[in-house]
């Protein structure tokens, strides 16, 4: 069998092929190619599936968090409750905008974020609760948004992994002042290029987000604050317009593959596999495990127990698992090495954390196994098969 990539762009392209192409001819001959018709039509088509009435389109979901945080007068000193554990922009843009992230450690079982420990970390600096729904699990929001209401925050949604996840039947990014996404073209809903949005039930937020991605402009010339050059493409907006089309349909394949690998897997005790919280509905944007151990592989069970790891200094029981399956054609993933707390820039740039063993842990034990909506149950077989080889069982 050919080899097996983590994501195959190229299949789900070949589907929509003639739709894409007669709506790219369509904007291209509209000579409207930034902004325009296609793009108003994208944000009031996406803002009705989300369920939020407002949404402003963005050129990426990192522009989307920050024009999100602006838009809440964040200021330096602020503090802003998220998770070490997720893409370096989370943090980025609450530094960048002079605020300080406070990163609080992870639930065992989803990753998402501590709750208890989020509520232990506010301070009277605190301003926002910035939740990730990490590999598109959502977080517990019932709980999150009683927390905000309690202390009086505002509750910006990172829902960059998670279009069209939900939590209670409910879309996350409708539960927070604002949600967060990205389009970038590996996720669920990917555009050509780059891409985001953010949704909000608040008219006057979304007055200023759109005043704020136009150079702080509310009226053309006119510059009221400083903002950014954060517009949308048309030819993505067309393009996007017709990927949500079958979004619902690709999230349903990517719980088919989940599923797959849950039962295929779940007898490897080597594996931690993904936990899913009831009320959420997960969309997959990762299928992420974790290898606790690989002391039940063929490699380990010449060895005592007492007996030191025979693995190359600093090489962890995931990346032997990993390069295992990469000798197989397997291709897999690790999201991510290196928790934010952990990073160089947050070795000298204002944050705050205390102990965070269970992000520290994830960051060794993480990996994610091949997943989109056209992986052939053909494929995961032979990701299931490969595994249950490298680990013995």
């Known amino acids: 069998m050919p080899p097996i990539p983590p994501l195959d762009l190229v299949q ?19 000579g409207r190619y930034i902004g325009g018709e296609e793009v108003k039509a994208f944000e009031s088509e996406f803002g009705a599936y989300i369920g939020s009435p407002f949404c402003v389109a963005c050129n990426s979901g990192t522009d989307a968090l920050y024009l999100a945080l602006t838009a809440l007068d964040l200021k330096p000193g602020d503090e802003v409750i998220t998770t070490p554990f997720t893409f370096f922009a989370t ?3 609450v530094s960048r905008l002079g605020a300080v992230p406070v990163f609080v450690d992870l639930d065992p079982l989803t990753l998402n974020l501590d709750l208890d420990q989020v509520e232990a970390a506010i301070t009277p600096h605190t301003r926002v609760l910035l939740p990730v729904h990490l590999f598109g699990q959502p977080v517990n929001m019932s709980r999150l948004m009683d927390l905000a209401r309690d202390h009086g925050l505002k509750v910006v949604e990172d829902c960059a992994q998670a279009i069209g996840a939900g939590w209670k039947d409910q879309k996350v990014g409708s539960f927070g002042d604002l949600g967060c996404f990205s389009f970038f073209p590996t996720k669920n809903l ?14 006057h937020l979304a007055q200023r987000l759109r005043q704020l991605r136009e150079h702080g402009s509310p009226e053309r010339y006119y510059h009221s604050e400083l903002g950014l050059n954060s517009r949308l493409d048309g030819l993505q907006a067309a393009i996007l317009r017709i990927k949500l089309k079958s979004l619902d349909r690709w999230n349903q394949q990517r719980r088919q593959v989940a599923d797959r690998y849950q039962a295929g897997l779940q007898d490897l005790s080597a594996l931690q596999l993904p936990y899913v919280l ?32 025979v693995l190359p200094e600093k090489t962890r029981c995931r990346d032997w698992v990993r390069s295992q399956l990469a000798e197989r054609g397997i291709q897999s993933m690790v999201y991510y090495p290196i928790p934010l707390h952990q990073q160089v820039v947050y070795q000298s740039a204002p944050c705050r954390f205390g102990l965070l063993p269970i992000a520290e842990q994830a960051a060794h034990t993480v990996l994610s196994l091949p997943m989109f909506p056209e992986l052939s ?3 995961q077989n032979q990701v299931i098969q490969s595994l249950h080889q490298i680990l013995g069982a």
């Open 377 to 379: 149950p053909e494929q």
């Open 190 to 203: 990917g555009a050509c290029g780059d891409g985001g949005a953010i949704v909000t039930a608040d008219p």
């Open 12 to 30: 789900q392209y070949k589907t929509i092929q003639q739709e894409v192409e007669e709506a790219v001819k369509r904007v291209l001959s509209s």
């Open 91 to 93: 943090a980025e843009v």
């Open 278 to 309: 009831p009320n959420s509905e997960p969309v997959w944007h990762q299928y992420t495990l974790r290898v606790q151990a690989c002391r039940s592989s063929p490699r380990c069970q010449v060895l005592p127990e007492t007996t030191p790891c």
